[in-house]
Every structure is written in structure tokens, then in C-alpha cells.
């Protein structure tokens, strides 16, 4: 490509995605992303074979939202959440400290073993059912789903979806995956709730209100309730063996939705209608947009730039290189930069803790700003459909006094075990 496509590649990526931040005229994230990688092709910055093909690399994720976005509906549809909410606000026991407690302790779970995606996705509708049925106000315990996805995102391999592709074919076995990043990641839920609980310290003064009578679960509840365990224990299997998570994850959520409508005899559509497909073709144009940008021929040169770095000083080299894919992913997402980062730390060829300071910094860095990871992006979609709604100068504000500590602390933590 000539200086001049190069320049036109990069000045459309930022373009969309300022879109994607800025979301100008209330126009969906989607429709910036898209925008952009119709530029590219249209413009014959990227041949539209090459454009399909990259947005085809995205396969696996697409069937990793649909599933889990049908496990969320249908358990919302059938009053899981609801249930859940009413357990949850008995068990607080009035105290609104005690709530938020049991909100990040299940928010830390259900990341782990269902995804940050899933936090996002499943989670949210039940705290806000929670915080509807405690007459508490909602934001300091949404803002729980929200930072608890990306903090706890790194403790399995099936935590974050992007885990998967930093470190691709080299994916250390689930010991050795253990063993570099236990630590950080429990320093990072530890830091991250600390930093949260002391911003949100006056909101959680107020009183909660008592819960009568706990209605049974339903049977489609249930259900639902019993599909989403499964998930979590196929993900972990499909995880163990190194296979892709996506197409599991649909067949389990497609499966679980179909035997509960069927139960139920319920029609598909309700269930269908309201599942947010907007996050599909952004996910799309992200995955076109870093590949017009692999075009430009800088990654190449940021593989060399680490490799050099990796030579020089290994440990400074991972805290820098840790700490630019933090920033970086709130200025691009991190799903791009998670792409980016595993086509340079593969072709480098650094050390696991390199490539695991890097992995670092895709999690934890999207909790500076609303679409600085996908989880978060899917959080906000959430709230809307809960007619709440965050700016991103709020969430950046609560951002900055919680990200660094919990980058920093983790990025140590990993300097430690790798020594």
C-alpha cells in the first residue's frame, strides 16, 4: 500500500472508531464500525473478498453472543432474574453494603465461568431486578457488572473470549494458565471492588427494603437456570480441550431455548425480537477494521519494536508493553486490540509473562471507558433496554480511580510470579 492508502486507512479506523465512542446523533455503536469498514472497501483500501474474509475470523464470536444473548432472554422472559433478584435483597438482610457485596461475589462467578460477555449480558437484567425489588438506586450496583467483567476476565481462559485469541495456538495449559495469572487476577477483583466500594461508599448508606414471600421458580426458570450451568460446564470442557467456545455455547443456549418454548408453548419470537443483534455487524466491522489496518504493514513493525524490547529487558519490556494495550484498548476496544496484539507477540515469539502482560492489559484497561471492551459495550445496550444510561465522562470519572490501581497491582503481581 502507498503512504498515502496507509494514511486514509488509519484516518478512517479513527473515524469509526470515535463513532463507536462518541456515538454522534444517538446512532447505534454498530452503524460507526460498519460505516468505516464500507470505507475501506469502497474507497479499494481492502478488496471486498479480503473484507468478508475477515469479518468471517469472527465466527466463533458471533456464535458465543447469540447463545449466551438466548440464555439471557429467555431466562429474563421466564423470571429467573426476578427470582434471583428477591433471593439476592432477602439475603442482604436491609444492609445495602451487604447487597453490594452479593452482587460482586456473584458478578466475580459468573465471570469466570460463563465470560465477561455473559456478565454483561445475563447479569445486568438481574441486578437491576434486584436493585427495582431493594428500592435502592440502580447505578452503583450495575456499575458492579460493568468493572467485576473485565477484572475477573483473566482468571480461565474461558473467562474473555479475547484471552483466547492473544494467545491463540499458544494457549498455556489450564496449570500453567493458573499459575501465571492466579495471583494478578485475584489482586485485580480485590483491588477493583476496594476502588468501587469507596467511590460508591455514599449511595450505599441507604436503606434496603424487605422482600415478603419468595415465589417459587418456575419451571421455564428453572430450566433456564439449569442451561446456564451447563453452559459454564461445556465451556470449561470445550476449554480443557482447546476447542473453540462458540459454537458450543450456541448450541447449548439454542438448545435450552427451544426445550423451554416448547415446555412452555411459547412462541420463538418474543425471545427472538428482543435479543440485541446490533452487537453482531459491530463485532463484524471491528474485525474488517483491523484487518485494513494489518494491511498497512505496522504490525510487521511493532513485532520487530517488541521483539527488540523483549531482548533488551524482558520485565520492562512486559510492564510497557502491558500498559499500552491498556490505553489502547479504551481508544480502539479491545477486541481489535486483542487481534493485533496476537499477531505481533506471535510473530516476536516473546515469553509467556510478555504476552501475559499484554493479555493484562486487554482486560483490565476497558474499565477506563463505556466502549473500551465488548463486555462493556454490551452492559451499556443493557441499561438502555433498562432505560438507564451512563455518559461516557461518568463512567470515565469512576474509570480513572479504578483502573490504574488494579492495572498496576496486577501488572506486579504477574512481574513477581514470573521471576
Not at 510497557?320 to 515469539?349: E, F, H, R
Not at 469512576?398 to 490501581?405: A, E, Y
Amino acid at each position: 500500500m502507498t503512504p498515502e492508502s496507509n494514511a486514509a486507512v488509519w484516518g478512517i479506523a479513527a473515524l469509526a472508531t470515535l463513532g463507536v465512542i462518541a456515538r454522534p446523533w444517538n446512532l447505534p455503536e454498530f452503524i460507526w464500525a460498519i460505516a468505516g469498514a464500507a470505507l475501506l472497501v469502497v474507497f479499494n483500501l481492502l478488496p471486498w473478498p479480503d473484507a468478508l474474509a475477515a469479518a468471517a475470523k469472527g465466527t466463533d464470536v458471533y456464535f458465543f453472543l447469540v447463545g449466551m444473548m438466548l440464555l439471557a432472554e429467555v431466562a429474563r422472559q421466564e423470571g429467573l432474574f426476578d427470582w434471583l433478584a428477591a433471593w439476592a435483597v432477602r439475603h442482604s438482610r436491609g444492609s445495602a453494603k451487604r447487597l453490594f457485596l452479593i452482587v460482586y461475589v456473584v458478578g466475580t462467578i459468573v465471570t469466570i465461568l460463563l465470560s465477561n460477555d455473559a456478565t454483561a449480558v445475563v447479569l445486568t437484567p438481574a441486578v437491576y431486578a434486584a436493585t427495582r425489588a431493594a428500592k435502592v438506586e440502580p447505578l452503583p450496583y450495575l456499575f458492579i457488572c460493568a468493572f467485576i467483567a473485565n477484572a475477573a476476565s483473566f482468571v480461565l481462559p474461558i473467562s474473555n473470549p479475547a484471552n483466547l485469541v492473544v494467545f491463540g495456538k499458544e494457549m498455556p495449559p489450564l496449570g500453567e494458565w493458573l499459575r501465571i495469572f492466579a495471583l494478578p487476577s485475584v489482586v485485580a477483583i480485590v483491588a477493583t471492588y476496594l476502588a468501587l466500594r469507596l467511590t460508591q461508599r455514599h449511595a450505599l448508606d441507604s436503606e434496603v427494603a424487605e422482600v415478603g414471600d419468595i415465589s417459587p421458580l418456575t419451571m421455564g426458570g428453572a430450566l433456564a437456570a439449569f442451561g446456564i450451568m451447563l453452559t459454564a460446564v461445556v465451556l470449561l470442557v470445550a476449554s480443557a480441550m482447546g476447542r473453540d467456545l462458540g459454537l458450543p455455547t450456541f448450541v447449548a443456549g439454542a438448545a435450552v431455548t427451544a426445550v423451554v418454548l416448547l415446555i412452555r408453548r411459547r412462541s420463538p419470537l418474543p425471545v427472538v425480537r428482543d435479543i440485541s443483534w446490533s452487537v453482531l455487524p459491530l463485532v463484524a466491522g471491528l474485525f474488517i477494521l483491523v484487518e485494513g489496518l494489518n494491511r498497512t504493514g505496522v504490525l510487521p513493525a511493532l513485532a520487530r519494536l517488541l521483539k527488540e524490547g523483549t531482548k533488551a529487558s524482558p520485565q520492562a519490556t512486559a510492564w510497557i508493553a502491558g500498559i499500552a494495550a491498556a490505553v489502547a484498548s479504551n481508544l480502539a476496544n479491545n477486541l481489535p486490540i486483542g487481534l493485533i496484539a496476537a499477531t505481533t507477540t506471535q510473530t516476536a515469539q516473546v515469553p509467556a509473562h510478555v504476552t501475559g502482560a499484554i493479555l493484562i492489559g486487554v482486560n483490565l484497561g476497558p474499565n477506563l471507558s463505556v466502549t473500551g471492551s465488548l463486555a462493556t459495550i454490551l452492559w451499556l445496550i443493557a441499561l438502555r433496554r433498562e432505560g438507564e444510561s451512563v455518559s461516557t465522562l461518568r463512567f470515565l470519572k469512576l474509570g480513572l480511580v479504578i483502573m490504574p490501581p488494579a492495572l498496576l497491582l496486577s501488572l506486579a503481581a504477574l512481574s513477581a510470579m514470573s521471576r
